[in-house]
Structures are given as C-alpha cells and as structure tokens.
C-alpha cells in the first residue's frame, strides 16, 4: 500500500517542473526519487515502518 501522503505533482508553491515528481504532504515538499522508492513500499520497504517522517506523524497523533 502506498503512503496516503504521498502524490505526484508538476507544482507547489514556486517550484514547476515538467515531468510530475513525488511530493510528500506530510514534509510539505517534493523528495527526492529513494524516498518516493519507501513511500510507495518497493524494495520490501514499508512506508509506516522505513520512512521517518511518517513514523513522526504517526507519534504526534497518539
């Protein structure tokens, strides 16, 4: 299952692009391609367990 905070957008704020990149809604910004690999859990990564800034939203909603 795919991080629900993750989406691929040309734009946000001032930043465009022409090709759409992964944005994170959680960091409020795009990341980078490696990120975007444990947010859509390739690679026997899963995003509640590997990625930082989810687990850290996860904690402050507790």
């Avoid at 001032?14 to 947010?39: G, I, N, T």
């Avoid at 930082?52 to 507790?62: D, L, Q």
């Amino acid at each position: 299952m795919t991080c629900p905070h993750l989406s691929y957008r040309r734009e946000a704020g001032d930043q465009s692009f022409e090709e759409a990149r992964a944005y994170c809604a959680l960091a409020d910004q795009f990341v980078q391609p490696m990120r975007a690999d444990v947010c859509n859990d390739r690679y026997d990564l899963h995003h509640a367990e590997h990625c930082e800034i989810f687990r850290e939203h996860a904690e402050g909603e507790s």
